[in-house]
């Protein structure tokens, strides 16, 4: 029996399952995330998310419009060869297309290194800030370069809600709106990304793999505990909240929603963003360079970032 705190109920393996696959239709059915025609691009790093939101998608889609994008960021301890074995393996046997590349691949430098010239020129940048921007990076021009027509990722309900908080305490709202479902596409360069399990619990996701039989990566990234976020520190937060309080991050998720469908308009007739004048990628309103090409050049490298599809 899985007990659903949320909602009180206590539900037997199979009703579980099933509930999860119910909400995770009704929220791709509520937001449009994608069509049948579609081709599915889904980014996968080996997880408990990645397991469930292949499983997933794996009863949604047709599998012959899917691919799969997993990329090793260099994390001694944590990247293991056994942790994407599974994907390999799955995406082997529904002939689903699947590309593996690297953050080293893509600018030269894993991200220890990166992190490490970071702190040699005492530079305020955080492993998560490199790894976030480099991977989006990385899997928009895969997508793009292949042809799909959505990113899938496998952020669940803890991940928004920590977005959406961060994105208010820094009073961002034309971030919080771009995360939306429902936000707008601001470049043709952009491939739509959407995320089906962002009403599924962690703790659910969780449930999921285990009663699915999914054996999961029980290390956390180092950077996180030991190089704590706003992001790690609200998340310990929301546990609290959670356990005090059954089904807060839902219902706020939820309100959120409501609230940020009311500005979407004002921001569809943006501008296209300009590119950068160094990679040609979008970047913000009013910046010469991207935010992954000032980094680079922050660490005094010169590379020019490109992805390379064989």
């Given at each position: 029996?899985?007990?659903?705190?949320?909602?009180?109920?206590?539900?037997?393996?199979?009703?579980?399952?099933?509930?999860?696959?119910?909400?995770?239709?009704a929220e791709?059915?509520?937001?449009?995330?994608?069509?049948?025609?579609?081709?599915?691009?889904?980014?996968?790093?080996?997880g408990k998310?990645?397991?469930?939101?292949?499983?997933?998608?794996?009863?949604?889609?047709?599998?012959?419009?899917?691919?799969?994008?997993?990329?090793?960021?260099?994390?001694?301890?944590?990247?293991?060869?056994?942790?994407?074995?599974?994907?390999?393996?799955?995406?082997?046997?529904?002939?689903?297309?699947?590309?593996?590349?690297?953050?080293?691949?893509?600018?030269?430098?894993?991200?220890?290194?990166?992190?490490?010239?970071?702190?040699?020129?005492?530079?305020?940048?955080?492993?998560?800030?490199?790894?976030?921007?480099?991977?989006?990076?990385?899997?928009?021009?895969?997508?793009?370069?292949?042809?799909?027509?959505r990113v899938?990722?496998?952020?669940?309900?803890?991940?928004?809600?920590?977005?959406?908080?961060?994105?208010?305490?820094?009073?961002?709202?034309?971030?919080?709106?771009?995360?939306?479902?429902?936000?707008?596409?601001?470049?043709?360069?952009?491939?739509?990304?959407?995320?089906?399990?962002?009403?599924?619990?962690?703790?659910?996701?969780?449930?999921?793999?285990?009663?699915?039989?999914?054996?999961?990566?029980?290390?956390?990234?180092?950077?996180?505990?030991?190089?704590?976020?706003?992001?790690?520190?609200?998340?310990?937060?929301?546990?609290?909240?959670?356990?005090?309080?059954?089904?807060?991050?839902?219902?706020?998720?939820?309100?959120?929603?409501?609230?940020?469908?009311?500005?979407?308009?004002?921001?569809?007739?943006?501008?296209?963003?300009?590119?950068?004048?160094?990679?040609?990628?979008?970047?913000?309103?009013?910046?010469?360079?991207?935010?992954?090409?000032?980094?680079?050049?922050?660490?005094?490298?010169?590379?020019?970032?490109?992805?390379?599809?064989?």
């Open positions: 029996m899985v007990y659903q705190r949320h909602t009180g109920r206590a539900l037997c393996r199979e009703c579980f399952i099933r509930d999860v696959l119910e909400r995770v239709k791709v059915a509520t937001h449009k995330m994608f069509t049948p025609g579609n081709r599915l691009m889904l980014a996968l790093s080996g998310d990645s397991f469930v939101l292949l499983d997933v998608m794996l009863q949604l889609h047709n599998p012959s419009r899917m691919g799969i994008v997993t990329i090793i960021e260099g994390i001694p301890g944590y990247n293991r060869e056994e942790d994407i074995q599974w994907i390999k393996d799955m995406a082997r046997d529904f002939g689903i297309d699947h590309f593996i590349t690297s953050i080293k691949e893509y600018v030269g430098h894993s991200l220890q290194e990166l992190v490490e010239m970071a702190d040699e020129k005492g530079l305020d940048v955080s492993p998560c800030t490199f790894c976030g921007v480099i991977r989006r990076r990385i899997i928009n021009e895969y997508a793009r370069e292949l042809g799909f027509d899938l990722t496998a952020h669940n309900l803890d991940d928004e809600v920590q977005t959406a908080l961060m994105n208010m305490l820094r009073g961002d709202i034309f971030r919080l709106v771009q995360s939306h479902p429902s936000g707008p596409t601001l470049s043709r360069l952009f491939v739509r990304k959407v995320k089906p399990l962002r009403k599924i619990y962690e703790e659910e996701i969780t449930s999921y793999a285990y009663l699915k039989g999914f054996r999961f990566q029980q290390t956390e990234c180092p950077y996180i505990r030991f190089r704590p976020t706003l992001r790690a520190r609200l998340r310990e937060h929301l546990f609290r909240l959670e356990r005090d309080s059954p089904g807060s991050m839902l219902r706020f998720l939820n309100k959120v929603d409501c609230v940020i469908n009311e500005f979407i308009e004002e921001y569809t007739e943006f501008p296209e963003l300009p590119r950068c004048v160094r990679c040609g990628e979008p970047t913000a309103f009013g910046r010469k360079y991207c935010i992954l090409c000032e980094l680079l050049m922050k660490l005094g490298l010169d590379v020019v970032p490109r992805v390379r599809i064989f």
